[in-house]
């Protein structure tokens, strides 16, 4: 349920090459300013919130040809914050994950698709829970230039995604824990040195 997350953020991808930046560059995520945020209904009293942060990934731009740039996520599911150690060890169980917190989640892009000047679906194979599905991300370019403190070029993008648990066998008490969860992503990358 988390990562679809990761994906959402990286959809501008194609849509930098209209900003100015070299033809198929590497850029790497800046892991201290990239969060993926997840939220979920709860019995229908609220809205429950976890975040992803200093994970790892690499985008590669092309410029020529936007749709053939590509995005690589992962990070260890013990990166999940919760704010409450129970529900962390709860996620943990039987009940949701049954894993190890070192499993990694991951997103490898498959396909862009640009849709405006600064937007763009960027499609994808999502692994969470051991379990390998495609996910869209539909996503907006904020931001691309010289980055004022790196002295180098830098990127940053939003994104969001809509993921079913139950499609990654993590549907335990839905619908009353609500099966959809709503992903947000905001990330910055930099380019490779």
């Known amino acids: 349920m988390k990562t679809a997350l990761l994906a959402a953020a990286f959809a501008g991808i194609s849509t930098i090459a209209n900003a100015g930046v070299g033809s198929a560059e590497k850029y790497m995520l800046d892991g201290g300013h990239s969060q993926i945020v997840f939220s979920y209904n709860h019995l229908g009293y609220s809205t429950t919130y976890g975040m992803f942060s200093g994970f790892e990934g690499v985008v590669v731009f092309d410029k020529d040809e936007p749709a053939n740039s590509t995005v690589s996520v992962s990070m260890p599911l013990s990166s999940m914050l919760t704010g409450w150690q129970a529900r962390f060890d709860h996620f943990m169980t039987p009940d949701f994950f049954d894993a190890s917190a070192e499993e990694m989640i991951s997103f490898e892009s498959t396909g862009i698709e640009v849709t405006g000047e600064n937007t763009a679906l960027i499609t994808g194979d999502l692994t969470l829970n051991g379990v390998t ?14 980055h004022p403190m790196a002295n180098k070029d830098w990127a940053g993008f939003d994104g ?7 499609d990654f066998g993590l549907g ?22």
């Open 172 to 193: 335990k008490f839905a619908p009353f824990v609500s099966d959809e969860v709503e992903v947000m992503i905001s990330i910055e990358v930099g380019k490779a040195e």
């Open 160 to 166: 969001t995604t809509t993921l079913l648990r139950s």
């Open 133 to 146: 599905k495609p996910v869209v991300l539909d996503a907006k370019l904020n931001q691309a230039g010289m």
